[in-house]
């Protein structure tokens, strides 16, 4: 049932090792939420990526539901990095419109890209070394026995 490796944490569990997992020279961060409820997390670092697998279990009050992980990492993720209550607002809508459409949510935080001149670091874009926040898409199918009824789709 669960893929090697793969760690089982409950809700508040997943939030927790999401937002331990963020170091300082982090760039990306995206909570891959696949068919079935497991939700791979990818910490993107110059030196490498970390890529691990989790199944959210039944937490004290039995909520095992994979997306109310999935937000409340979100939500914590906004605590650590500056992200703005805005951004994180915005990312939650977009991943429960994906949810209601019938695919596969994505948030996705990146710094923005600049480039290391012998003059100084340089922005390709405005905002050089500020935090983006937006949800992606997957194909594939969302539901699981798992969610709970807030994120139950009709």
Same mark, same amino acid.
């Given at each position: 049932?669960?893929? +090697?490796? *793969? +760690?089982?944490?409950?809700?508040?569990?997943?939030?927790?090792?999401?937002?331990?997992?963020?170091?300082?020279? @982090? *760039?990306?961060?995206?909570? @891959?939420? /696949?068919?079935?409820?497991?939700?791979? %997390?990818?910490?993107?670092?110059?030196?490498?990526?970390?890529?691990?697998?989790?199944?959210?279990?039944?937490?004290?009050?039995?909520?095992? $539901?994979?997306? $109310?992980?999935?937000?409340?990492?979100? =939500?914590? &993720?906004?605590? %650590?990095?500056?992200?703005?209550?805005?951004?994180?607002?915005?990312?939650?809508?977009?991943?429960? =419109?994906?949810?209601? /459409?019938?695919?596969?949510?994505?948030?996705? &935080?990146?710094? =923005?890209? =600049?480039?290391?001149?012998?003059? #100084?670091? @340089?922005?390709? &874009?405005?905002?050089?070394?500020?935090? @983006?926040?937006? $949800?992606?898409? #997957?194909?594939?199918?969302?539901?699981?026995?798992?969610? $709970?009824?807030?994120? /139950?789709?009709?």
């Amino acid at each position: 049932m669960f893929g +090697r490796g *793969t +760690r089982k944490v409950t809700v508040r569990g997943f939030a927790d090792a999401v937002t331990r997992g963020i170091r300082p020279d @982090m *760039t990306h961060l995206y909570l @891959m939420y /696949q068919v079935g409820g497991t939700v791979i %997390v990818k910490w993107e670092e110059p030196r490498g990526d970390r890529r691990k697998p989790f199944r959210i279990v039944p937490d004290e009050d039995g909520n095992a $539901c994979p997306h $109310c992980a999935v937000l409340l990492a979100v =939500s914590k &993720i906004g605590d %650590v990095l500056p992200l703005g209550d805005e951004r994180v607002e915005r990312v939650r809508r977009e991943y429960l =419109s994906v949810l209601d /459409q019938g695919m596969l949510p994505c948030p996705a &935080i990146g710094r =923005s890209p =600049s480039l290391d001149t012998p003059f #100084g670091t @340089m922005p390709l &874009i405005i905002g050089v070394g500020r935090w @983006m926040a937006e $949800c992606h898409v #997957g194909h594939g199918d969302p539901v699981t026995a798992a969610d $709970c009824a807030r994120h /139950q789709r009709a």
